[in-house]
């Protein structure tokens, strides 16, 4: 799902040229998210807090991402190693495998996660991501849009199905707009929506990220 998505894609949809320019580099970032009445109304509004740190060398990565939630049942971190690169064509894409863990005795997943991303101009950009889950055996795949406006402002939107132990497939789907407040710190107010929803709900995100490190 959407809201279970590694922080390693964020920086696997960087594009590939300007992270080979050099070979090592060490990433970090952090997000705050906070979510109103996304159990329908007058529910409880939810916060998480994500943090992560990624090494990476000539394209292979490796890291830990980490959420504290609202939601107790919702606390886990991806343990994670991949590798993304850049096609002379300019097709960037990713592979990587994730062990999720839940501390709270929500269930450990190992997830196969992969994805392609290009910029068909140089405003509009599109993604598609697939994830499968091993144990149970489910899949996830999301296509998404994004244009930048300006330089600092940008509007995206994406769509997905994601499995479900025991049942059919679910669809969800999000649009929303981003504001760079500096170079490394976005706020993001995004309108989610999905079969398997109470209703549909509004997120608002700020999240920095940046190169700790580079040689």
Same mark, same amino acid.
């Given at each position: 799902?959407?809201?279970?998505?590694?922080?390693?894609?964020?920086?696997?949809?960087?594009?590939?040229?300007?992270?080979?320019?050099?070979?090592?580099?060490?990433?970090?970032?952090?997000?705050?998210?906070?979510?109103?009445?996304?159990?329908?109304?007058?529910?409880?509004?939810?916060?998480?807090?994500?943090?992560?740190?990624?090494?990476?060398?000539?394209?292979?990565?490796?890291?830990?991402?980490?959420?504290?939630?609202?939601?107790?049942?919702?606390?886990?971190?991806?343990?994670?190693?991949?590798?993304?690169?850049?096609?002379?064509?300019?097709?960037?894409?990713?592979?990587?495998?994730?062990?999720?863990?839940?501390?709270?005795?929500?269930? #450990?997943?190992?997830?196969?996660?992969? %994805?392609?991303? /290009?910029?068909? &101009? +140089? @405003?509009? =950009?599109? !993604?598609?991501? *697939?994830?499968?889950?091993?144990?149970? #055996?489910?899949?996830?795949?999301?296509? %998404?849009?994004? /244009?930048?406006? &300006? +330089? @600092?402002? =940008?509007? !995206?939107?994406? *769509?997905?199905?994601?499995?479900?132990?025991?049942?059919?497939?679910?669809?969800?789907?999000?649009?929303?707009?981003?504001?760079?407040?500096?170079?490394?710190?976005?706020?993001?107010?995004?309108?989610?929506?999905?079969?398997?929803?109470?209703?549909?709900?509004?997120?608002?995100?700020?999240?920095?990220?940046?190169?700790?490190?580079?040689?």
């Amino acid at each position: 799902m959407l809201k279970l998505l590694s922080a390693s894609l964020f920086v696997a949809i960087l594009p590939a040229s300007a992270l080979m320019a050099q070979d090592f580099f060490v990433y970090g970032g952090a997000s705050l998210e906070y979510v109103f009445d996304p159990n329908g109304p007058d529910s409880e509004d939810t916060r998480d807090i994500n943090a992560y740190i990624e090494v990476e060398k000539s394209g292979f990565f490796a890291g830990v991402w980490a959420e504290k939630s609202r939601d107790r049942t919702l606390d886990k971190a991806d343990i994670y190693v991949g590798y993304r690169a850049e096609t002379a064509g300019g097709l960037n894409y990713y592979v990587d495998a994730t062990r999720r863990v839940y501390f709270n005795d929500a269930g #450990d997943y190992t997830v196969f996660d992969a %994805g392609v991303g /290009y910029s068909f &101009t +140089d @405003k509009l =950009s599109g !993604s598609i991501d *697939y994830a499968h889950y091993f144990d149970p #055996d489910l899949n996830d795949l999301y296509v %998404g849009l994004a /244009y930048a406006v &300006t +330089d @600092k402002f =940008s509007v !995206s939107a994406n *769509y997905g199905t994601y499995g479900v132990d025991e049942a059919s497939d679910e669809q969800e789907w999000d649009f929303g707009a981003g504001y760079a407040l500096g170079d490394e710190t976005v706020i993001d107010v995004r309108y989610y929506d999905g079969t398997e929803y109470v209703q549909g709900y509004v997120g608002v995100t700020l999240s920095w990220d940046t190169t700790i490190f580079s040689r």
